[in-house]
């Protein structure tokens, strides 16, 4: 089975950084994503790391260590509109389908 | 592309009742799977459909079940409704590579009371 392991919240100023961190343990680990989601709307996809290193999209960017079963999501330039709630989510090599934590509350604050 | 649609968006429903939901996939996607959200335990998988067969199952009572049609539409029925039924549940789908991204709909909000 898997387990993924995120904080529950976290609140940052406009303009700051902020990084979200996920560690997961799952056995055939095949890849890590990130999802936002807002009140009262769909989860949609922020990004995907496969291998180690870090993917960069625009303010977002996250980062994978394999070795350490461990990844965050980095978003720079915070704006109000980031206050949303973050979910990591691991695919196992087999079903590809992903296995989501319970997701971090975002909060930013002007 | 038309995203991915969920019919209908609110349900209210009592104990004991029978619901079905439907899911219309990003067109040309085979690949579609539910998942129940609540406030206490996240997101979790139901199961994923791909061309009209069960691929993979998460760790629900019988009493949720799901099909899909040779369009990729898919269906899924939850029947003697709990309490604990009260969810938002999405649908979300994806192409055929491993590697393809998940597209979610915007749910069914289900109250069971």
């Known amino acids: 089975g898997q387990s993924l392991e995120q904080p529950s919240e976290v609140t940052a100023v406009e303009g700051a950084i902020v990084q979200i961190n996920c560690t997961y343990q799952t056995s055939g680990f095949y890849g890590l994503s990130w999802y936002q989601q807002h009140d009262g709307g769909a989860p949609t996809f922020l990004s995907y790391n496969a291998l180690d290193g870090l993917e960069e999209t625009g303010r977002f960017s996250s980062f994978l260590s394999r070795s350490d079963s461990y990844g965050y999501l980095l978003l720079q330039e915070l704006q109000m509109k980031d206050s949303a709630s973050y979910f990591c989510?691991?695919?196992?090599?087999?079903?590809?389908?992903?296995?989501f934590g319970r997701g971090t509350s975002l909060i930013v604050h002007p | 592309k038309a995203g991915v649609t969920q019919t209908p968006r609110y349900l209210i429903k009592t104990r004991g009742q029978q619901v079905t939901l439907s899911c219309s996939p990003i067109s040309g996607h085979r690949s579609v799977s539910w998942y129940q959200q609540t406030p206490g335990q996240g997101l979790q998988f139901l199961f994923e459909?791909?061309?009209?067969?069960?691929?993979n199952k998460g760790n629900f009572p019988g009493r949720f079940s799901g099909r899909q049609f040779s369009n990729s539409r898919s269906e899924m029925n939850v029947s003697t409704l709990e309490l604990g039924d009260s969810a938002l549940y999405l649908c979300?789908?994806?192409?055929?590579?491993?590697?393809?991204?998940?597209?979610f709909g915007p749910g069914t909000r289900l109250t069971v009371l």
């Open positions: 989510a691991v695919s196992e090599g087999g079903s590809y389908i992903p296995t």
């Open positions: 459909y791909f061309s009209e067969t069960q691929r």
């Open positions: 979300a789908s994806k192409g055929t590579s491993s590697t393809d991204t998940q597209y």
